[in-house]
């Protein structure tokens, strides 16, 4: 099966400029999760879409949005970007629901300028 | 607030030796709990999980270890090899949330010499 896709793979942006990201799930995976990871917070979960609803939703603004659609997958888009947005983006995929195994694709690295 | 930590932020072994990375968390409430691995520029890579209820589990060359009374996860990896070059995290997966959200450590890099 192939892995977790995840485009663009990098990004540069200006500050208040807008970006959506896009994550496509291995194949038969449900549930997508969203992560931003930087080298000051690490790991932090953003959200987590299941059969098209958002399940769980992390400590981020409302800038913050994503989506999945019938197809399993899924978008997420941050709004008047800020410096501080810049981090790699991970997207993981699960086979099952409520036990935390997940699969990551490789990330969207976002700068912000 | 509650968390998942390491102990050490980085760890240096001998390529062949045994490496154990360490974790502790501070959430009882927690029903899974998991190691990935990221090697640079790659997203994390699943390793292994175990249950709350469970003590010890065994994969290829990886052995977790969990002592609730203590609040304490172990990564246990044997012979290691200059391919185990990472960084490691913990994570757990609290018993009241139904998905898959993941509480992250902040990670061991793991360096393995030659």
């Known amino acids: 099966k192939a892995g977790v896709t995840q485009t663009p793979r990098y990004l540069i942006k200006t500050r208040g400029q807008q970006v959506t990201l896009s994550c496509s799930p291995i194949?038969?995976?449900?549930?997508v999760s969203w992560y931003q990871q930087t080298p000051g917070q690490g790991l932090q979960f953003l959200f987590e879409?299941?059969?098209?609803?958002?399940?769980n939703k992390g400590n981020f603004p409302g800038r913050f949005s994503g989506r999945q659609f019938s197809n399993s997958r899924s978008e997420m888009n941050v709004s008047t970007l800020e410096l501080g947005d810049s981090a790699l983006y991970l997207c993981a995929s699960s086979p099952r629901t409520g036990a935390g195994e997940q699969y990551f694709g490789p990330g969207t690295r976002l700068t912000v300028t | 607030g509650e968390s998942v930590g390491l102990h050490l932020p980085t760890l240096s072994v001998q390529e062949g030796d045994n490496s154990i990375i360490n974790c502790a968390y501070s959430?009882?409430?927690?029903?899974?709990f998991i190691w990935y691995k990221q090697e640079s520029g790659k997203g994390p890579q699943f390793i292994i999980d175990i249950r709350s209820n469970m003590d010890k589990r065994q994969g290829q060359r990886v052995t977790v270890l969990l002592n609730k009374t203590v609040k304490h996860l172990s990564l246990q990896i044997a012979a290691t090899q200059p391919g185990d070059s990472a960084v490691y995290f913990c994570a757990e997966k609290r018993a009241n949330n139904a998905g898959n959200m993941l509480t992250f450590g902040g990670g061991t890099r793991l360096m393995v010499k030659p």
């Open positions: 879409y299941f059969s098209e609803t958002q399940r």
């Open positions: 959430n009882s409430a927690s029903d899974y």
């Open positions: 194949s038969g995976h449900r549930s």
